[in-house]
């Protein structure tokens, strides 16, 4: 069994969807003219513009969830294994990959927009929501409403909790059932809230955890400041193989950094979408916007410090994949938090492993309430024809129980799986946007023919010829000329 599931994963997580992931980011980049440069200032200013409403969110606070996704152990762990198998060149790379991620992040994030709905008073979209919609696909919808809930709502929380108690013990000694109640306790107070309680937390959380994490970063950096010309010289000349050392591994650099940047910030993946569509906004592209941007937080960012302290402090190893090691500063260990654990202790010594186990903590912690609202909302999708509010309630309690359970033990299968069902998710959702291209592109220019004439944009599908918009075209000019009246 294990086999059978690890050579189904290589094969979903194979190089063809790195390509697939770099080649639809760049295809969108040329399609849109760069949007991720022209519209950087608009980025920042949606962030903070739309409010919340009974039904939908704030910007900031979709963008919180999304990043409570986006940004996971991935930002610690992935960094260390794409420097330790790709050299320090592969971090140019995952810089280039979020930068043309960003525009598949834009259309994802506008078409979640553009075909929500509103259901049980809130709104809910992704994937799903505008296959069925915009490809009038329901099998397909279906199809990846099922992987997700499987993925993101039975074996990847399980597998978060238990880095968080794996932390926690080696830093602190806490016991792994002691982790787990609290986790449990933790999670189900704030998902039992509703996703008013989840964004309302993200919101808090995230841009505490990410900072936090930052400023850490930059007194490693500032310590070391005499090194950062050569670091950053040797970032660039690894990554084109001008390097004396890294210079045979150029194939694994470009590699490597692809993938764990793809893997890091999910542009196109289809996870982002589903907070995206819960923000209250007039014009779907506002939320691309700020949906493109949460892509260079995760890299650009927390990615970015991770690397930064790895590579000032020299604590690394660098050995690609069937070649003898180039780097081996820190002996044979596994590439992963120890390396980031390390680099902290050179500047504040017995501080690394409580800061990684922290760090672990929020990162892991904010990415199980976003799987679980990704859980939630396909399972909503699925079941929307029923009254019953039982499915809500079991999958609560199932969360719970597998975040539990993850603490105590867990499987390498577990993680294998959860990667088929991410994996899955990408090679679904990325085809769907491909072929909804049409109406993306249309949403952007209509929001900049909009501001170009001075205006506030406002969607409306009718006047592009975007069909199946249907809150757009039914609910949203009542509920927008109420908001137009009260104010």
Same mark, same amino acid.
């Given at each position: 069994?294990?086999?059978?599931?690890?050579?189904?994963?290589?094969?979903?997580?194979?190089?063809?969807?790195?390509?697939?992931?770099?080649?639809?980011?760049?295809?969108?980049?040329?399609?849109?003219?760069?949007?991720?440069?022209?519209?950087?200032?608009?980025?920042?200013?949606?962030?903070?513009?739309?409010?919340?409403?009974?039904?939908?969110?704030?910007?900031?606070?979709?963008?919180?969830?999304?990043?409570?996704?986006?940004?996971?152990?991935?930002?610690?762990?992935?960094?260390?294994?794409?420097?330790?198998?790709?050299?320090?060149?592969?971090?140019?790379?995952?810089?280039?990959?979020?930068?043309?991620?960003?525009?598949?992040?834009?259309?994802?994030?506008?078409?979640?927009?553009?075909?929500?709905?509103?259901?049980?008073?809130?709104?809910?979209?992704?994937?799903?929501?505008?296959? %069925?919609?915009?490809?009038?696909?329901?099998?397909?919808?279906?199809?990846?409403?099922?992987?997700?809930?499987?993925?993101?709502?039975?074996?990847?929380?399980?597998?978060?909790?238990?880095?968080?108690?794996?932390?926690? %013990?080696?830093?602190?000694?806490?016991?792994?059932?002691?982790?787990?109640?609290?986790?449990?306790?933790?999670?189900?107070?704030?998902?039992?809230?509703?996703?008013?309680?989840?964004?309302?937390?993200?919101?808090?959380?995230?841009?505490?955890?990410?900072?936090?994490?930052?400023?850490?970063?930059?007194?490693?950096?500032?310590?070391?400041?005499?090194?950062?010309?050569?670091?950053?010289?040797?970032?660039?000349?690894?990554?084109?193989?001008?390097?004396?050392?890294?210079?045979?591994?150029?194939?694994?650099?470009?590699?490597?950094?692809? +993938?764990?940047?793809?893997?890091?910030?999910?542009?196109?993946?289809?996870?982002?979408?589903?907070?995206?569509?819960?923000?209250?906004?007039?014009?779907?592209? +506002?939320?691309?916007?700020?949906?493109?941007?949460?892509?260079?937080?995760?890299?650009?960012?927390?990615?970015?410090?991770?690397?930064?302290?790895?590579?000032?402090?020299?604590?690394?190893?660098?050995?690609? %994949?069937?070649?003898?090691?180039?780097?081996?500063?820190?002996?044979?260990?596994?590439?992963?938090?120890?390396?980031?654990?390390?680099?902290?202790?050179?500047?504040?010594?017995?501080?690394?492993?409580?800061?990684?186990?922290?760090?672990?903590?929020?990162?892991?912690?904010?990415?199980?309430?976003?799987?679980?609202?990704?859980?939630?909302?396909?399972?909503?999708?699925?079941?929307?024809?029923? +009254?019953?509010?039982?499915?809500?309630?079991?999958?609560?309690?199932?969360?719970?129980?597998?975040?539990?359970?993850?603490?105590?033990?867990?499987?390498?299968?577990?993680?294998?799986?959860?990667?088929?069902?991410?994996?899955?998710?990408?090679?679904?959702?990325?085809?769907?946007?491909?072929?909804?291209?049409?109406?993306?592109?249309?949403?952007?220019?209509?929001?900049? %023919?909009?501001?170009?004439?001075?205006?506030?944009?406002?969607?409306?599908?009718?006047?592009?010829?975007?069909?199946?918009?249907?809150?757009?075209?039914?609910?949203?000019?009542?509920?927008?000329?109420?908001?137009?009246?009260?104010?």
């Amino acid at each position: 069994m294990e086999q059978f599931v690890n050579w189904l994963n290589s094969i979903i997580w194979s190089q063809y969807l790195v390509y697939l992931c770099l080649a639809t980011g760049l295809f969108y980049s040329l399609l849109t003219r760069f949007l991720q440069v022209r519209h950087m200032k608009e980025m920042i200013k949606q962030m903070f513009q739309g409010k919340s409403s009974e039904a939908g969110i704030s910007s900031f606070q979709a963008l919180s969830l999304a990043l409570s996704g986006r940004v996971g152990t991935g930002n610690i762990a992935g960094v260390a294994t794409a420097i330790a198998y790709g050299g320090p060149g592969a971090v140019f790379w995952m810089w280039l990959i979020a930068f043309v991620g960003a525009g598949s992040a834009f259309v994802e994030a506008a078409l979640a927009q553009v075909y929500k709905t509103k259901q049980d008073g809130q709104f809910r979209g992704g994937p799903a929501y505008y296959i %069925e919609k915009g490809l009038k696909m329901k099998w397909y919808a279906v199809l990846f409403a099922i992987v997700t809930v499987l993925a993101t709502g039975v074996l990847l929380p399980g597998v978060q909790a238990n880095s968080i108690a794996a932390g926690m %013990e080696n830093a602190f000694g806490i016991s792994p059932t002691i982790t787990g109640i609290g986790i449990a306790v933790l999670l189900g107070a704030i998902i039992f809230g509703g996703v008013k309680r989840i964004a309302r937390a993200a919101e808090l959380i995230v841009p505490f955890m990410a900072l936090g994490y930052i400023i850490v970063a930059l007194f490693i950096v500032f310590a070391n400041i005499t090194e950062l010309p050569h670091v950053l010289s040797l970032i660039f000349r690894s990554a084109f193989g001008m390097d004396a050392a890294f210079g045979g591994i150029l194939g694994a650099a470009i590699s490597w950094g692809v +993938k764990r940047g793809i893997y890091s910030n999910e542009a196109g993946q289809g996870t982002a979408p589903h907070a995206a569509a819960a923000a209250e906004v007039s014009h779907p592209a +506002k939320q691309g916007l700020v949906q493109a941007f949460s892509v260079y937080v995760d890299t650009w960012f927390v990615c970015s410090a991770t690397a930064f302290m790895i590579l000032i402090t020299g604590m690394y190893n660098v050995t690609p %994949e069937g070649k003898a090691p180039i780097v081996q500063t820190l002996g044979d260990v596994e590439p992963g938090p120890i390396f980031t654990q390390k680099a902290v202790e050179t500047v504040f010594p017995g501080f690394g492993a409580p800061f990684v186990a922290v760090a672990l903590f929020f990162f892991a912690f904010t990415t199980i309430m976003a799987y679980y609202y990704m859980a939630e909302t396909n399972l909503a999708y699925i079941t929307r024809r029923m +009254k019953a509010s039982w499915p809500q309630y079991a999958l609560k309690v199932a969360i719970l129980g597998v975040v539990f359970y993850g603490c105590v033990k867990t499987a390498k299968l577990a993680w294998a799986l959860g990667d088929i069902g991410v994996g899955s998710m990408a090679w679904l959702n990325i085809i769907a946007i491909l072929l909804l291209t049409k109406p993306a592109l249309k949403v952007l220019k209509d929001f900049e %023919e909009q501001k170009k004439a001075g205006k506030d944009p406002v969607f409306d599908p009718v006047k592009l010829g975007i069909t199946g918009a249907d809150f757009w075209e039914k609910e949203y000019p009542t509920s927008h000329a109420k908001a137009v009246n009260e104010d």
